[in-house]
């Protein structure tokens, strides 16, 4: 089944304790892109990626980093989380970039006490 | 870069009755997508439409895109408690990167 698949789906955590949001899709996407969604602000785009170790800023990328070393996975880090980064973010791909829709994961709400 | 409203904010709808889903864009659209969301879960992708005056359909959804007045809009006939969730217009704004309304939350009611 074609799908995008983040890890974990909950996590509650503390101020500076690093983690990372594991994305990974099965369909050989090249685009891939993280977003996170608050309520009265919709979705951001926090980081995107073109395809292999090609990356780039979305909106609001303060704060968090990326990496795409292979073209299934696109993992979220957050160095030293702080609690303005509790939101529900989101993993998206799409076969490539410009004018497709893109495939969403099933979100992973992060709490940042 | 690209806003895009969406209107009414939220709404709630008697079961077995229409509504109407605007999105209005400030730049010229390329494309619009139209997603649901039902609360706290994924995005599941509804419709594309590309070409100004297109108009698609998915089982009771209906959505037009009007280039000229830079809208889309959603419609569902004869609403159903599965039709419940969050509605989100989606555009382009260059190549690599799809901007969102803040959504349209429906409510259905038996």
């Known amino acids: 089944e074609a799908q995008v698949t983040q890890n974990p789906r909950y996590l509650i955590t503390v101020t500076g304790k690093k983690l990372t949001v594991t994305c990974s899709q099965n369909?050989?996407?090249?685009?891939m892109s993280w977003y996170r969604q608050d309520p009265g602000l919709g979705l951001r785009q926090i980081y995107y990626?073109?395809?292999?170790?090609?990356?780039d800023k979305g909106d609001v990328p303060e704060g968090y980093k990326v990496s795409r070393k292979e073209k299934r996975n696109f993992p979220l880090i957050l160095e030293s989380p702080s609690p303005n980064q509790t939101s529900l973010y989101f993993c998206?791909?799409?076969?490539?970039?410009?004018?497709?829709?893109?495939?969403f994961g099933d979100g992973t709400r992060l709490s940042i006490l | 870069s690209q806003e895009l409203e969406q209107s009414p904010q939220s709404l709630i709808v008697q079961e077995g009755k229409n509504l109407t889903i605007n999105c209005t864009s400030s730049k010229t659209l390329y494309g619009l997508y139209w997603y649901k969301q039902k609360y706290g879960e994924g995005l599941i992708f509804l419709m594309m439409l590309q070409k100004g005056g297109e108009e698609k359909s998915h089982e009771k959804i209906t959505a037009k895109l009007d280039e000229k007045k830079q809208q889309s809009s959603l419609h569902i006939t004869a609403s159903q408690p599965s039709h419940a969730g969050i509605y989100l217009c989606?555009?382009?704004?260059?190549?690599?990167?799809?901007?969102f309304g803040a959504g349209t939350t429906v409510t259905v009611r038996a």
């Open positions: 998206a791909s799409s076969p490539k970039q410009g004018y497709q829709p893109q495939h």
């Open positions: 369909m050989n996407h090249e685009y």
């Open positions: 990626s073109m395809n292999v170790e090609v990356t």
């Open positions: 989606g555009a382009y704004t260059n190549d690599y990167k799809l901007s």
